[in-house]
């Protein structure tokens, strides 16, 4: 079956960096678009940046576009999310999200706190 494994997560001062990475499993990794999305507490989750299979298009939110880059790797079958200059802000759990057969999996999330 599907699985989705993220790691990275942490406490990290502002202006501070973090790398996320999303193990996969249970699919054809490389046929696959893939996006990492957060949820801060009290509010909805939001798409963060999404990849398509061949990693060579990338799409941001607005609030991360310039800070935040999305890779893959497909020999690994892992996905990437490298987080510079962090704000308080971005303090969320953060998932990992793969359509596949046309449903949603998400992986169990990680942490990301940003404070002093």
């Known amino acids: 079956q599907v699985q989705l494994v993220e790691s990275g997560g942490g406490l990290v001062q502002p202006g501070g960096s973090l790398r996320l990475s999303c193990a996969a499993s249970g699919f054809t990794f490389s046929r696959y678009p893939m996006s990492w999305y957060r949820q801060a507490p009290g509010k909805e989750r939001e798409l963060v940046a999404f990849?398509?299979?061949?990693?060579?298009?990338?799409t941001y939110a607005g609030s991360v576009k310039g800070r935040f880059t999305i890779s893959r790797d497909n020999a690994r079958n892992t996905v990437y999310l490298q987080m510079n200059s962090l704000k308080p802000e971005d303090t969320a759990v953060y998932y990992c999200n793969a359509e596949v057969w046309n449903a949603a999996y998400w992986g169990q999330g990680t942490q990301v706190t940003v404070s002093s």
């Open positions: 990849i398509n299979s061949a990693g060579r298009s990338t």
